[in-house]
DNA sequence: AACAAGATTGGAACGTTGTTCCATAGTCTC
DNA sequence: GAGACTATGGAACAACGTTCCAATCTTGTT
């Protein structure tokens, strides 16, 4: 009896396959956002029917995971890599919470996927990725699950509210004059009540998301330095 | 010619009203979970038809938001008021965090919607809660935007994972059952790959995550402290 | 009391979605 | 070639959010 050889002999030039899927998922979410990709939409890109799409997809859930994973792999490879090469623990944490940030910022669908399903393999990515700094920073043992879990929700939170505002303008307006209409509602509120987000909506439209973030980011490391 | 009266009076007893409608709505929502809200179930609750409940509300993202904003009026309220009979900026955020987390518990898709849409009135509640505090911790003027959000993302990002998390194993088995199970398969990792995730996976079990959140709050209060 | 105008109701109907089912076609092993 | 397994494409199904509309109820005017 031989062997059974499982390499997979090219069927069809253009053969179905996950990797091609999730290509395709990737590039209809890209284009027209989260609510465009659809089993039909998908179907219709790569020639095919909706069954044959299942034959390599559990279900759309899955999909999403796998097109995350693959726009947030990359992330952490590249991320991981630099972090050998000799840069402080701070330095590759803000660059990992960075990349994921630009990730989402590239592709807003990726931050709605990654604050809904905390177990996708991802998330666990970034965590991993997270924990290992975490953990070369000196922090104790006992603390790092809970420094590490600390940066994770915070990326994640601000991964979600990014990419929902993102969603929420989309093709009508550029993101400033987005959030110039967003805070002139908010100006417009009871000063009794919301004195705060009153003085939160002067500074609104001018803002940097990129450096809120890093500014975040920085908070929690300086309150992970002082645990340590 | 007269004003016109226009003080409702009570058509029937058992009218519809935006109000009753949300209330309905939180009550399948609490009983069944997320993916149970329909307007078919609603208007079945309410003994009407789905088109007398879209005279009340816009569609559905506006009663998903509604309800939200139910629930945590009621804890942004509340905690505003403890605020005021003297506890310290610390103390007060503290407890508006646990008030949102508590009831996130109580009910898993306020998460989930806190998470998906940062526009609602529900988060600016929170914001405003928080960014409160903030300014009585004499943040400086310029630092409080950063700090609040900060705050504010941390809560809505570990809110969603619990939500998710929560919306996850429902049914089937309680908290502690699942968290063994997810430990179960990431022990199983590539120990070279996740090493980081395979030593959480040890403790995930055991884990309190109202004591996680608290200790995440901290470690923000501290990274402020040290800007102040 | 009768009427018109608007407010409100209940349920049918529409278009779209994720998913399942199935008849067919391709490919590999004997 | 005969089967067995893999893979495909599209029809069909159930469920959803939403729209539409005829019927009813309420109010203000005569």
């Known amino acids: 009896m031989r062997l059974m050889t499982k390499i997979r002999t090219e069927r069809r030039a253009d053969a179905l396959s996950k990797e091609r899927i999730v290509e395709a998922a990737i590039a209809i979410l890209d ?10 939409a998908l179907a219709a890109r790569l ?3 909706s069954g044959a799409i299942y034959w390599h997809v559990a279900d759309k859930q899955a999909l999403l995971a796998a097109a995350t994973d693959h726009v947030i792999a990359r992330v ?4 991981t890599a630099k972090a050998v090469s000799g840069a402080t623990p701070q330095e590759a944490i803000r660059a990992l919470a960075l990349g994921v940030f630009d990730a989402i910022d590239a592709h807003p669908w990726v931050g709605g996927q990654l604050s809904r399903d905390p177990f996708q393999y991802a998330v666990l990515r970034i965590l991993e990725g997270v924990g290992g ?8 043992q006992q603390a790092q699950f809970n420094a590490a879990t600390a940066l994770m929700s915070f990326i994640l939170g601000l991964a979600g509210q990014y990419a ?8 009508d307006m550029d993101r400033t004059t987005a959030l110039r209409a967003v805070a002139a509602k908010w100006a417009q509120l009871d ?8 003085q939160v909506a002067a500074v609104l439209p001018e803002h940097d998301d990129r450096e809120q973030f890093l500014a975040g980011i920085d908070l929690i490391l300086a309150g992970i330095e002082s645990v340590r």
Chains 1, 2 share one sequence.
């Open 31 to 40: 284009q027209d956002g989260e609510g465009a990709l659809t089993f039909r």
């Open 47 to 49: 020639a095919t029917g």
């Open 76 to 79: 952490t490879a590249l991320v």
């Open 133 to 140: 700094q975490v953990q070369a920073l000196g922090v104790p």
């Open 164 to 171: 929902a505002g993102a969603e929420f303008h989309a093709r």
């Open 191 to 198: 000063p009794i009540e919301h004195p705060f987000v009153r």
